[in-house]
T-cell receptor, first 110, second 110 residues
Framework: DAKTTQPPSMDCAEGRAANLPCNHS???????VYWYRQIHSQGPQYIIH???NNETNEMASLIITEDRKSSTLILPHATLRDTAVYYC???????????FGQGTELSVKP | DADVTQTPRNRITKTGKRIMLECSQT?????MYWYRQDPGLGLQLIYY???????NKGEISDGYSVSRQAQAKFSLSLESAIPNQTALYFC?????????FGPGTRLTVT
């Protein structure tokens, strides 16, 4: 089973920051937090990952709480093309396989 | 050119037919995975391969078989298709933490 809990859906106004929460209270000390997104039945796309420290790349920022029990993905200026299902993943089996949960369906509205 | 390609992109077949889905990658990675996605749900792992000689069952391998013909090619077969195998099928190959997904094959079994 996936080890994450995410809200099933969220809305965000275009141009505003989208903050997507994820709870992972049973995360182990050596497990990373990964975020992927899936746009309308396309193949999932990697966004960002982190272990303890906050991370930022050209797509997003990842904020991980100090106790590592939750994290937030931030899309700083959401556009209509960011409308997608966002998956927070913390369980990665030994073989590197991703264990997907239900994800959050983000709708960016004009 | 895409890093991971899948053929066919769409397929409609009848119950009891044998069907093969093909995946090719140009990343030069050893590992390749097959996932299945049912409507409104996250992806589930069917089979994975660490290299040409190492193939393993995933969460939902019953009714499926695979063949790793070369480092770049990983095929998924449905020996005798049934309607509840109607789904989106994704092939993926990882690089360290990032997985590259193909565009998917939409399979309908009538």
């Amino acid at each position: 089973d996936a080890k994450t809990t995410q809200p099933p859906s969220m809305d965000c106004a275009e141009g505003r920051a989208a903050n997507l929460p994820c709870n992972h209270s049973t995360i182990s000390g050596n497990e990373y937090v990964y975020w992927y997104r899936q746009i309308h039945s396309q193949g999932p796309q990697y966004i960002i990952h982190g272990l303890k420290n906050n991370e930022t790349n050209e797509m997003a920022s990842l904020i991980i709480t100090e106790d590592r029990k939750s994290s937030t993905l931030i899309l700083p200026h959401a556009t209509l093309r960011d409308t997608a299902v966002y998956y927070c993943i913390v369980r990665v089996d030994q073989g590197g396989k991703l264990i997907f949960g239900q994800g959050t369906e983000l709708s960016v509205k004009p | 050119d895409a890093d991971v390609t899948q053929t066919p992109r769409n397929r409609i077949t009848k119950t009891g037919k044998r069907i093969m889905l093909e995946c090719s990658q140009t990343k030069g990675h050893d590992r390749m995975y097959w996932y299945r996605q049912d409507p409104g749900l996250g992806l589930q792992l069917i089979y994975y391969s660490f290299d040409v000689k190492d193939i393993n069952k995933g969460e939902i391998s019953d009714g499926y078989s695979v063949s790793r013909q070369a480092q770049a090619k990983f095929s998924l077969s449905l020996e005798s298709a049934i309607p509840n195998q109607t789904a989106l099928y994704f092939c993926a190959t990882p690089r360290v933490v990032e997985q590259y997904f193909g565009p998917g094959t939409r399979l309908t079994v009538t």
